[in-house]
């Protein structure tokens, strides 16, 4: 049975969980960074990255069509709705939904594993490189295990949050990045390189590349089983339908089908990046993980807090409160993500290089990679603008619109993307491919805030894009001031490309975010108020006044 929850033991406010879940997001995004950063440092940017980014996505895409999206979107409600309506607080229905959500993630990992071969065919077969198909069918022999255990962890972390526990599943991929860098330090020590002709599964390398990812995975659900004792929750094998598993079966579906449509997207891209070049899933996967890092650290900490006033207001029939709260985030959004976006886009490449250049070998493979980020980094806002539509559909109980939506943002990308493997040379296909995914969200936010219109009624929309115009100004001038700037500095010609690149950076930085805040300031964009405002009461506490003494 759950532990009772009783006044003495008061459910922490949603300020505090907001803040510690957004504390975490922040925590494993860097983590998750820096696990990205060494693993190219460690791959390289080539075919053995690509045949590991792509067999490590396979579990990721199986667990959400699976159960991912319906668990965010279905179960979790339906755990409340029983904690709330059974007499034993819902632990039988608890203990019945693992039960068959178990049984289902089992089986489904293993005819995964059994169809290694055939799901590996569906991304890489258009590869020309004869080693790809194996090496990637060999990794993902190793790697699609994570089904399980990716969705225990998550049905584990659904059953926590209803009873109002957010720490542990929040923090539980902190500790897989831990676990995963552990294990990148363990293969650098390994003499030796994979084979890739031939391929052997008993590679020592591949092993401990494969095994310890997918332990990682192990940990970040097994660290959850303390907090599920801590609540009371002891787990017995209980079979059986629940009516209300039916009931929402529709609902299920929509989002299933939004996953799918997604993964459709994917598996062109992939094709399209391996036909160009063996190391262009890699280029691409890395290049699109760079730009969600912003969005990762500031998106999801701002969707954390507006999330549950948007739920309450639509739950409350308060249109207008949903409507402000859309425009509110649409607008620090665009003051956040923007000034990112144009920096990322004129130093898109000495970024790569920072990060990826550390062996000579890997700079030509950071220029592209750079690049990429370049010709993408527009698509930054729409992204997380098309990331919020979704939340306020969900708030307002449809997962049939964003599936649609979904179904239109992936038939205008795949010719995009098509395109750009037929039209473009091999080395700049990838280059297509980013652009390409960011236009697409361009095109999906629009059709999402059209909807949203026909939905709630009118939204100030051109508020919105008066802020973004604004931003979009300020973001140009502090970036074309802090382009000058580098441009001019004296650099000794004998540095290495990081440490130019470093330098260059931090630099950019130094003069650009002063110049964009002032910028935004001067032309009254008031959600810069509260920063500036900050800012002043700080510089007013650290520098002394006239007169006072130092």
Do not use: C, H
């Not at 059994?114 to 590996?120: G, Y």
């Not at 760079?290 to 308060?318: D, K, N």
């Not at 370049?374 to 806002?381: D, E, K, N, P, Q």
């Amino acid at each position: 049975m759950f532990a009772p929850v009783t006044d003495a033991e008061p459910a922490p406010s949603l300020g505090r969980s907001s803040s510690l879940m957004a504390i975490a997001s922040l925590v494993s995004r860097v983590t998750g960074f820096l696990r990205q950063i060494v693993l190219v440092g460690v791959l390289g940017l080539g075919l053995v990255n690509s045949s590991y980014t792509v067999s490590n996505n396979l579990p990721n895409i199986i667990y959400e069509l699976l159960i991912g999206g319906v668990l965010s979107s279905v179960l979790i409600p339906l755990l409340v709705r029983a904690q709330t309506e059974d007499e034993d607080g819902g632990d039988t229905y608890t203990r019945r939904l693992l039960t068959l959500a178990g049984s289902a993630l089992l089986l489904a990992t293993v005819v995964a594993m059994v169809a290694a071969p055939l799901i590996t065919s569906i991304y890489v077969g258009a590869a020309d490189d004869a080693a790809t198909g194996p090496l990637t069918t060999a990794f993902a022999y190793l790697l699609l295990p994570q089904i399980f255990f990716y969705g225990l962890g998550a049905l584990f972390g659904a059953i926590l949050n209803s009873r109002g526990v957010f720490g542990p599943f929040a923090w539980a991929p902190v500790l897989n990045n831990v676990v995963v860098l552990l294990v990148l330090g363990v293969f650098v020590l390994i003499p030796g390189e994979i084979s890739i002709d031939p391929v052997r599964m008993g590679e020592p390398k591949l092993l401990v590349l494969g095994l310890g990812t997918t332990l990682g995975i192990v940990v970040q659900a097994a660290v959850l089983i303390p907090a599920m004792r801590r609540i009371g929750f002891r787990y017995k094998p209980t079979w059986g339908w629940d009516r209300r598993l039916t009931e929402t079966g529709g609902l299920a579906l929509w989002v299933v089908g939004y996953v799918l449509i997604g993964q459709i997207g994917l598996v062109v891209t992939t094709n399209v990046a391996i036909a160009a070049s063996p190391g262009g899933p890699a280029t691409y996967t890395n290049a699109w993980l760079l730009l969600q890092v912003p969005y990762g650290i500031l998106g999801v900490s701002m969707l954390t807090a507006l999330m549950p006033r948007m739920s309450r207001a639509a739950a409350e029939g308060r249109t207008a409160d949903v409507v402000a709260d859309l425009a509110l985030g649409s607008r620090l959004s665009a003051v956040f993500l923007v000034p990112i976006s144009a920096l990322i886009t004129v130093f898109g490449t000495p970024i790569a290089l920072a990060l990826f250049a550390w062996d000579a070998d890997n700079v030509p493979g950071a220029q592209v990679l750079g690049s990429a980020l370049a010709v993408s980094a527009f698509g930054l806002l729409p992204y997380a603008i098309t990331m919020l539509q979704l939340r306020v559909f969900y708030a307002l109980a449809d997962s049939r619109t964003p599936t649609l939506v979904q179904v239109f943002t992936v038939g205008v990308k795949i010719p995009m993307l098509l395109l750009a493997g037929a039209v473009l040379p091999p080395e700049q296909v990838v280059l297509g491919l980013a652009a390409a995914n960011s236009a697409s969200f361009v095109f999906g936010a629009v059709l999402g805030q059209f909807l949203l219109r026909r939905r709630l009624g009118p939204l100030p929309t051109l508020e919105v894009l008066g802020t973004m115009a604004s931003v979009t100004v300020a973001a140009l001038l502090g970036t074309f001031v802090a382009f000058g700037v580098v441009t001019l500095l004296p650099l000794p010609a004998g540095w290495s490309a990081p440490a130019t690149a470093w330098t260059s950076l931090v630099v950019a930085l130094i003069v650009a975010a002063p110049a964009m805040l002032a910028a935004m300031k001067l032309l009254r964009v008031k959600e810069v108020d509260g920063v500036v405002d900050r800012f002043s009461r700080l510089a007013a506490r650290v520098i002394p006044r006239r007169g006072s003494g130092a």
